[in-house]
Nanobody, 129 residues
Framework: QVQLVESGGGLVQAGNSLRLSCTASAASGRPFSAFEMAWFRQTPGKDREFVAA????????YYADSVKGRFTISRDNAKNTVYLQMNSLNPEDTAVYYC???????????????????WGQGSQVTVSS
């Protein structure tokens, strides 16, 4: 069973930056480099929404329109870690951010919540105006 541990959340002022990290541990039968990884976020009373994804085939990245140009997803396979660099934060980015993994490479779209079978514990990001 793959376990995901997140870090890096916190309180920042609007316009500033924050970086989230998510490290995978335990075995899945495949190396971390083959995991499809993503970030989602959720605010109270709303569904968990897609933020960014990083596939292993060709290292393609996907972003929600609301974060495109401001957020960057990246990974360090040697450290079993995926990152979410968040720049130009605004109060609408306030949410609990979740790291997600698809270790087996299923056929769902990288933006689909159902694709990801393993989830981190969530990191609170609060952006003050």
């Amino acid at each position: 069973q793959v376990q995901l541990v997140e870090s890096g959340g916190g309180l920042v002022q609007a316009g500033n930056s924050l970086r989230l990290s998510c490290t995978a541990s335990a075995a899945s039968g495949r190396p971390f480099s083959a995991f499809e990884m993503a970030w989602f976020r959720q605010t109270p009373g709303k569904d968990r929404e897609f933020v960014a994804a990083h596939t292993w085939r060709g290292g393609r990245t996907y972003y929600a329109d609301s974060v495109k140009g401001r957020f960057t997803i990246s990974r360090d396979n040697a450290k079993n870690t995926v990152y979410l660099q968040m720049n130009s934060l605004n109060p609408e980015d306030t949410a609990v951010y979740y790291c997600a993994a698809d270790p087996m490479g299923n056929a769902y779209l990288p933006t689909a919540r159902r694709k990801y079978t393993n989830w981190g514990q969530g990191s609170q990001v609060t952006v003050s105006s």
